[in-house]
């Protein structure tokens, strides 16, 4: 295990107080600012991953990166890019409601945003069609399970939910219903028996490329939703109760009629690339042990009109490069080796974190800290998570929280499980058994505005963001100056 707070000389290897105290200091709450206006500015265009603006962010970050002395971590230079399809959102598309009422039909227009969000999921038309409400748009038939067992959707437009009707913990289930998770699955699943459309009962906005360009997907608030099950003699929220507790489908035509309609481009030969940068280590054989900080740096794009995603993810890029800049620019050593990472093509399912822990060029164990940071930038506290074997790295966050910047800080550990739905690019780290410590703010006290065209620097909280660049640098130029880290395996 990494051993406790130390005394100054030790614990932070050859740097002496002037350089820490330089470290500490070396980013202001305007360079913060300024990073981050630029990465939401308009020319960046959202930062989709494939897309000319999220290619203009990657070499902006990785002129940053080398003017302040970085170094690419591949030979072939700061970029490592794969293949990534993408698909541009052209217009804000439709989704209507058609009601009978006494012979006639009664068309109720809902609205962009308030209502509904365009996916990039998507195709390109319009359709009309009955509505049929199908669960969570499963056919699971190995596990006894599907929601278009026993109903007609063919020629029809189909309503689904998010994820998986199993709520249980225990890792050999998950695991059979991990594939069931995946959103285009279900796209797949409703074309499989016929659909036409899809209205996804998830109000959120995403950039998922398109699954068929003949399909139509929009994603709905739940009073839209509503508004389909009314007079059926169903509630929602009893059918989903129900789906849940019993893990039987509930399926059930609405008796009305929807248009959805949506513009698409879709680019499937498209590419994009993770930024790679590295200090390298002073040491001759440590150097060879990584710590990565790394953050997500691609967003929503235009759909169609810009999603800035300050909070996601400029916050966890701007971080990332803050500590970067307080190492480089300080002169302060480590013994190890440390990697700066943003990731691309994390907001259509944490692409650029699966390529870049496949093919790193060295065994995975030389690895020895992942710190991931995402949506990290409101409140006035901080807070850290990882599995328990590794959970010495937390101490020494911690410590250093309370040497540096006094910081309310809460921390959770637990047993380490594969997980099934990771949601942000740590998890990758994790599910890889590469020890992997997420990072992040709370005690914000407005709600936080979550892929939404008002992500802007409104909600962020400048002063904490730089309190948690002094934490962390301190953090990582103790960890990379350490004799030894022994960390538990899971």
Do not use: C
């Not at 959805?260 to 481009?265: F, H």
Request: net charge negative.
């Amino acid at each position: 295990m990494l051993p406790g707070h130390a005394q100054t000389g030790s614990q932070y290897g050859a740097n002496d107080k002037e350089v820490l105290i330089s470290a500490l200091h070396a980013v202001s709450e305007e360079d913060i600012d300024r990073w981050m206006n630029v990465l939401i500015s308009p020319e960046m265009r959202g930062r989709l991953a494939g897309d000319i603006g999220y290619d203009m962010a990657a070499r902006w970050s990785a002129d940053k990166l080398a003017g302040w002395g970085l170094k690419p971590f591949f030979e072939e230079g700061f970029f490592q890019e794969f293949d990534q399809p993408y698909t541009l959102v052209k217009d804000k598309g439709q989704l209507e409601i058609h009601l009978p009422a006494g012979g006639q039909v009664i068309t109720k227009t809902y609205a962009y945003g308030d209502d509904y969000w365009p996916w990039g999921i998507s195709g390109s038309g319009e359709v009309t069609a009955e509505v049929v409400y199908a669960g969570h748009g499963i056919s699971a038939p190995e596990l006894g399970y599907d929601d278009y067992a026993g109903i007609d959707v063919e020629g029809k437009i189909v309503i689904t939910e998010l994820g998986i009707p199993y709520r249980g913990q225990n890792q050999d289930s998950l695991l059979m219903w991990a594939p069931y998770v995946d959103h285009a699955n279900k796209v797949k699943y409703a074309i499989e028996n016929g659909a036409v459309g899809l209205i996804f009962a998830y109000h959120v906005a995403s950039p998922r490329p398109t699954a068929d360009p003949d399909f139509i997907f929009l994603a709905a608030a739940d009073h839209v939703v509503e508004d389909f099950l009314a007079g059926t003699g169903h509630q929602l929220s009893e059918v989903r109760e129900h789906i849940r507790s019993t893990m039987t489908p509930r399926s059930f035509s609405t008796g009305k009629e929807a248009t959805l309609a949506l513009s698409t481009e879709y680019h499937p030969d498209g590419k994009t690339s993770n930024v790679v940068a590295m200090i390298e280590g002073s040491d001759p054989e440590l150097r060879n042990e990584f710590i990565i900080v790394g953050a997500h740096l691609d967003h929503l794009g235009m759909m169609p009109v810009l999603f800035p995603g300050a909070l996601d993810n400029a916050s966890g890029s701007s971080l990332a490069l803050g500590i970067a800049k307080a190492i480089s620019t300080s002169g302060a050593e480590l013994r190890r080796s440390l990697i700066i990472l943003l990731f691309g093509a994390e907001e259509v399912g944490l692409v650029g974190a699966r390529h870049f822990v496949e093919h790193f060029p060295y065994p995975q164990q030389q690895i020895k800290a992942m710190i991931n940071l995402d949506m990290v930038g409101r409140g006035n506290a901080f807070f850290a998570s990882t599995a328990q074997p590794w959970s010495s790295l937390l101490e020494v966050i911690e410590n250093n929280n309370e040497r540096w910047v006094h910081r309310p800080f809460a921390t959770r550990s637990g047993p380490w499980n594969y997980q099934i739905r990771p949601r942000t690019d740590g998890a990758v780290f994790h599910n890889a058994q590469i020890p992997a410590v997420t990072f992040g703010t709370r005690g914000a006290t407005t709600p936080t505005l979550y892929h939404v065209p008002e992500d802007t620097m409104e909600q962020i909280d400048i002063e904490i963001m730089r309190d948690v660049i002094k934490v962390l640098t301190m953090s990582i130029i103790e960890i990379g100056n350490k004799e030894s880290i022994q960390l538990d395996t899971p």
